[in-house]
Every structure is written in C-alpha cells, then in structure tokens.
C-alpha cells in the first residue's frame, strides 16, 4: 500500500425530510446565494422548500447552470457574488451545478483572473466562500469531494480542478427529490458511479485488498440496483442506495494507498467538450473500448473483477478478460445507454482533432501513464 | 434505509514516515501534552521520534495510562494539564492511550464533576482541548471516531462516552511502529476490529446493500490476512492492511442508516471490569455465544454472513448458521485466543454478580433491545 493522506470532513445529512435541517448549518447573519441549474427543481418542489426552510435569510438566487457547466455562465455567477457580498453559496442540483458553485466559491476572492484556477497547475486556491448542498442527482460524487470540472465554451475545454478548501461544509441527501428525474439521469448517474469506481480500482495489485473490496462491493450494488432503480422510480430504498453509492464512489476513501487511472475521464471530456455528449454517455463508450487496449496492464485486476463482480471464473485469462468487458458494456446497454460512437451520430473522421489536441498536450494517461495519443486514437477507433 | 448524519473529520496521514508530518499539524505556540501508556514507546523508538519531531514545542508528557484506562489515572492528567495550562493533546498509542486522552480532552474544561462525563446521561461536553494521535495499535478504530470507554478500579465500571468535539485533528498511522508488538496484542486487535464489524452487521436486513458490502469487505480481509499478520510481523503490507482495516471498522460508515447490536461490547465490559480480561479477548468469548443465542433475530444476517464471508452455503438453514458460529469462534481460536471464560480460569459462580448488576440496570442490549438479564445469564453460561 502507497502512504496517503485522507481527509473529508463534509457533514452528511442522509434521508427524507432532512432539508428540514437547512436551518442549523448555515450561519444566521449569512447572505446566501442559492445556485441551482435549468429549472427542474421549481417543478419538483425543491426550489419551494428551500426558500422555506431558509425564510429568516437574506437569500439570493443564480438559476440557468448547464450540465458540464460553463465558465462563462458561472463568471456571471461570480460577478453577482461579489456585487452582493454573497457570504455563503448553496448549491441545489446534481454535480453540474455543485462543480460550478466550487469554482464560483474558489473565484470570487481570487486574486489574479480565475480562469487560471481552471487552466493553472498550481494555482493557488485561498479565501473562499463556504458551500453547502441539497443534492438532487446521484451520479458524480460532487456533494462528498473538493473537486470540480469546468467546461470553457469559446474553446471546447473541459478541465478540473480542485483544493481542500472546496468541500461543501455540508450535502443534504434526500433520495426522494430523485423520485421525478428522467430514466435516462438515473441511468447515466449509475454509469457515472460505476467508472468513478473502476477508476481507482481497474489499474493493477498494490498489495490494498480493502480499498479493493469496498469498490467491489459498489459496483456489485450498482449492478444489483442500478436497473430496477430506473424502473422503480418511487421505490424510497433503491434510491437511496443509488445516492449512497455515488457519495462513496468518489470521496476520497477508494483511492487510500492505490494508484489512480482517470483516462476514461480524460478522453470523456474530450467527447463532451467537441461533441456535447452527457458525461455518463461518453464513460460508458470510452470504458470497454479502453480496457481491451490496456487489458495487458489491467491483466490481474480485469481478472478479480470478473470474478468477484460478474462471477466469471471459467475458461482462459484471455477469454474471461473479453467476457468481463462485454459483461460490462451490456450492464450499461441494460440500462439504455448507447455504447458507440457512431449510435450518437458521431463519425471517424471527427476524432481526428481530439487525438491532435491530446498530442498537442502530449498527455500520458492511466495508471502507467502509458495510454499516448496513439492509443488514445486506437480506443477511439473502437468506439464505433 | 435509516436517515442518517455522517461527519468524520479526522485527517489520517497513513504510512511509514508519516511522523515526519507532526510539526505540520499543530499549531506553532501549542503547550503540548503528550500521553502514553506503559512504556513501550520508549523501546521502539516511537517516543524519542515524536519527541524530535517536536523539538520546538513545549512538551509536556503524561504515561502510565493502562489498558482499560482508569477514571482515576486520568484525573491525574486532568489536573497537571490544566496547571499547566495545556493547548494540545498527543496521544501517542493504541485505544486505551486514545480513549483516555479523549476522556481527558473533555475533562480540563468540564464544568462540573468530569465523572459526569462517564455516568451522566446527556452530559454537556464543550471547550474541548484539540487532541492528535500517533496510532501504535490497529484494534480499536479510536484514531478516527468520537468516542472512548473508561474504567472505574473503585467500582469496577467500564462505560463509555463520546462528542463529536473529540475527533482527533489528525491521527498518524504508520505500520511500522506496530512490527514490535506481541503477537498477542495483534491477535486481539484482529478480533477486536471484526467484532466492530459485526456489532453493526449481524443484526437484521434494512436495505443497505453497501453497507453490508462494506462489513463484508472488512470481515473478508481480516479473514485474509490476520493469521498470516501474526506471523509475519515484519510484513509492511500485512500491517498496513490490518491498520486501515481497524480504523475503517468504527469509523461511523458502517453505521450509517442501520441499526446497530453492541452487545457482545456490552458484556464484555463487564467481562474487562470484573476479571481484568483483555478487551479483544472477552468479545472473542462472548461473540459466538451471543449469536447462538440471538439466532433467531439474526437469521437472515447470519445466513447472508456465513454464505459472503465464509462460503457457507449449503445444509439446511440451522446447520448452516450453526456452521457459521463455528467458523468464527475457530477463526479466533486460530489467532492463538482462547473463547472459553474457563480457559481463562472464571467459575459458573463468578458470574453472577454480573448478571445482578445488569439486572439492577434494567439493560436490554441488542439491535432489538431483546436481550434481558436473563439472556445475558444464559450467554454467560455459553462462555464456558
């Protein structure tokens, strides 16, 4: 095992009913900006409780953040904040709107031009604005970390980042303000929780057989809820789990003493940012195609997953590799996500300028850093 | 699932050199007040690295806290650091060292009598004293919760207490300073741990999948590597794994959303308080006595326990939760721990003023509150 760090000290507050608690976590003198994204929860009620529930505040309002949230729309964000003196940000929505509240927090005291926080390596990161949430999407892990993604229109960039600082000092997770979101967020959110997991856990044996079983033991209960949960939407259990999974899936605890991939993410991004497909979607083509270009590296993890998450025991490595994979990439058609490129009316030669830009950057991705342009190309070819 | 609060925000630095790291997480003017227990720091070179890495400091030391700490040693601590108006607290230790440097956290400060802190329901824990921990036992999970038991000689009361100001700041795990220990304080830390485990585990279904995954997971690697952990004291990876798995084992994850049992805990205290038995030991005697005796209320868990953890999965119900005891009570028996109270040289007759005293407290312990004094008589009785 690798020596870590880990530190979270977001304060979880889990189960129906627990916006009730708004009250208590926000400082009473506090000018709250509430940021929220394209409206949904003035339809499903979200919207009305929250302003209730936070009557005795001085309370300010920045709706209109889009999924993969823009740097332009949150500058705007930023400008209001400081206009107003905005002393506490609370996010309502899924990761979209939780990763663009971070760096509306992470901006607004920034002392050079905060489009460095996203483009900077080592952009110093200091004096933000506290955050809080009310979750109303289990899918990116957003409500229990400190980092964030952040997409720049004008040039087809989608880039993270992240500081300690970022934690939300609190998530409300109430798993029935999911009861009215579309199938296809359910379905996209159990993908997203799923590669958050394979992540950290699809790389190679680093002696952590705990971190190793915790992120088995997510994905079996994905694959276990995942499709009843899209066709159960009022079952007040299997949401939860699903919440529950995501928080977990991405809160630091998997990647304890383990080294990390992230290249499903990488060239996801690239897909959303030059073909704005949903960020669970592109996952969910990217992954199978990866794994079986990288199966030589992931040999002896790709085996244990088989076996403990799919029970694929029999037959060749090689053979229980390739079914391991295929059991994969069906778990995500079950759950009516379409897998190839050319299904979402992308064709070969529009890839061409994603591998170019990743050659520009000269980026090495995965666990080895040895996933080059020219594999990168080679898994995109197989996404067709 | 249950609705749940979640926050844990105890910063681990986990692996060998971590110590180094010491200076970095208490602030510069703190009069520190470093606790330990019976010396053995001293031998492996724990205490003189601590004490270099606070060279700077004002360092004040306090040791001879005892396994099972005593009320009264502690109030010893209570006062020097108050005379000597102490801002921080190291305990450098396993759980006993913690717990007590937790008790005494609480205690400066107390307002009233601090053995109200012990006894008294619903005391008021406030203006706490911050504590760090250097760990040097994987056992009981104290480096990352809130709570500690304590012992009273005088009344032979072992009882617990807890607030969320007595998270450690930070705690510090390195493997490395457990190589020295004996083999039995490894063993019992095993058992302790994945008796922790089964307190939240081993009681019945409510719909937490992950968190039984989670135990399981838990139970899974200490099955795995705490015999081979004995023997291998050397082994940095066998430590390490062992390590993390105690702190994750009462970290508060595996109690989210569920009922919890704490029983065999509960007796076993008593076993502590009234035979001076090692901690791990009594809950390796009193473990499998109690599920035979709650294997109604337990049935499902116990059935899904022994198929998960120890591939029990066929015979008939009974036999198979039968068989499952059995592979329990022989898992510890293979750490070198005998699970009989005669083994340990108590008679039939030297329980019953255990058993009058619960009565007198009108105890009904368990996930069900369904265990009666008289329960206790009859899984007593089973301990020999």
């Known amino acids: 095992m690798k020596n870590f760090d880990f530190y979270n000290p977001v304060k979880i507050l889990f189960g129906e009913g627990k916006m009730d608690q708004l009250p208590m976590e926000i400082p009473a003198n506090a000018v709250i900006l509430m940021t929220y994204g394209g409206g949904s929860i003035k339809k499903n009620g979200v919207y009305d409780k929250v302003k209730q529930s936070l009557a005795g505040y001085k309370l300010l309002e920045f709706g209109g953040i889009e999924a993969n949230p823009k740097y332009e729309t949150l500058m705007r964000a930023v400008e209001l904040a400081r206009t107003e003196k905005v002393t506490f940000l609370l996010a309502v929505g899924g990761g979209s709107v939780l990763d663009g509240t971070k760096f509306i927090s992470a901006a607004i005291n920034y002392a050079g031009d905060p489009w460095e926080i996203l483009a900077k390596r080592g952009a110093v990161i200091e004096n933000v604005v506290p955050i809080g949430s009310v979750l109303t999407l289990a899918a990116t892990g957003s409500e229990m970390n400190s980092g964030g993604v952040i997409s720049k229109l004008e040039t087809k960039e989608k880039l993270a980042f992240g500081s300690p600082l970022l934690f939300p000092k609190f998530s409300i997770l109430d798993p029935t303000v999911t009861y009215s979101l579309p199938v296809t967020q359910i379905a996209n959110g159990v993908v997203d929780a799923f590669i958050h997991v394979t992540e950290q856990y699809l790389t190679f044996p680093e002696a952590a057989p705990l971190q190793d079983r915790f992120a088995e033991g997510i994905l079996q209960t994905l694959v276990e809820i995942g499709p009843q949960a899209l066709i159960n939407p009022l079952s007040y259990d299997l949401r939860a789990n699903l919440m529950w999974s995501a928080t977990m899936a991405l809160n630091g605890l998997l990647s304890c003493g383990v080294t990390t991939d992230w290249a499903t993410h990488m060239i996801g991004h690239e897909l959303t940012a030059f073909f704005g497909l949903d960020h669970g979607v592109t996952l969910a083509i990217v992954l199978p195609a990866l794994l079986r270009e990288a199966a030589e590296e992931k ?64 980026w090495k991705l995965g666990e080895r850093r040895s996933i080059t342009p020219e594999r990168v190309e080679r898994i995109l070819l197989a996404c067709f």
Do not use: C, M, N
């Open 299 to 362: 040999r002896e993890k790709l085996l244990q997953y088989g076996a403990r998450v799919w029970g694929i025991t029999v037959g060749t490595e090689d053979r229980r590799i390739e079914e391991t994979i295929q059991k994969t990439e069906s778990f995500f058609r079950s759950l009516g996500i379409k897998t190839k490129l050319s299904e979402h009316g992308v064709t070969k030669d529009q890839i061409v300028p994603i591998v170019e830009r990743l050659a520009d950057r000269k």
